[in-house]
T-cell receptor, first 109, second 113 residues
Framework: GQNIDQPTEMTATEGAIVQINCTYQTSGFNGLFWYQQHAGEAPTFLSYNVLDGLEEKGRFSSFLSRSKGYSYLLLKELQMKDSASYLCAVMDSNYQLIWGAGTKLIIKP | NAGVTQTPKFRVLKTGQSMTLLCAQDMNHEYMYWYRQDPGMGLRLIHYSVGEGTTAKGEVPDGYNVSRLKKQNFLLGLESAAPSQTSVYFC????????????FGPGTRLTVL
């Protein structure tokens, strides 16, 4: 079967760095997406990785290792507004997104 | 551009009632999707469409029907609502390249009593 695993909840301090991990087993792979979802709102796109390595976008970076079925999202210089759920999704061989349950990130002052 | 809009934002139904959720996008996207999001679970695909006049089943299609008569609109119907269909429903759209990102609407919170 297809499976995406990520931690349910993480807590970090304002100004710090946090790494949110995602492991996956899917039928085929056409890329991995990270989305941010604030409570009561729609998911919004953060990053897309299809090749191994690190992609950096400002305070956010995303890493992919296809051989290990593993990705992480790295958030630097955390701000209170980063409190949200972070969703990992893998595009399978049919170009459909398979979603993880999301990681709720709590930022403390 | 309004992006992706959904109507209504909230709805309460009684078991057995029917309703239609409307999704509209003004980005000329070919692909449109309906998902449901439940606590502790990932987004699950209900139905999707790869173009005007076409629809296909996703992971959890039972109890739902869809139509895509116009490119900009994607309708999700519940013929006989059940408490198990209490959820937040999200519509999304994306351009033609299959690996493009999906853009989401604000969601519809549906409660079935």
């Amino acid at each position: 079967g297809q499976n995406i695993d990520q931690p349910t909840e993480m807590t970090a301090t304002e100004g710090a760095i946090v790494q949110i991990n995602c492991t996956y087993q899917t039928s085929g792979f056409n890329g991995l997406f990270w989305y941010q979802q604030h409570a009561g709102e729609a998911p919004t796109f953060l990053s897309y990785n299809v090749l191994d390595g690190l992609e950096e976008k400002g305070r956010f970076s995303s890493f992919l290792s296809r051989s290990k079925g593993y990705s992480y999202l790295l958030l630097k210089e955390l701000q209170m507004k980063d409190s949200a759920s972070y969703l990992c999704a893998v595009m399978d061989s049919n170009y459909q997104l398979i979603w993880g349950a999301g990681t709720k990130l709590i930022i403390k002052p | 551009n309004a992006g992706v809009t959904q109507t209504p934002k909230f709805r309460v139904l009684k078991t057995g009632q029917s309703m239609t959720l409307l999704c509209a996008q003004d980005m000329n996207h070919e692909y449109m999707y309906w998902y449901r999001q439940d606590p502790g679970m990932g987004l699950r695909l209900i139905h999707y469409s790869v173009g005007e006049g076409t629809t296909a089943k996703g992971e959890v299609p039972d109890g739902y029907n869809v139509s895509r008569l116009k490119k900009q609109n994607f309708l999700l119907g519940l013929e006989s609502a059940a408490p198990s269909q209490t959820s937040v429903y999200f519509c999304a759209s994306k351009p033609t390249p299959p690996t493009d990102t999906q853009y989401f609407g604000p969601g519809t919170r549906l409660t079935v009593l």
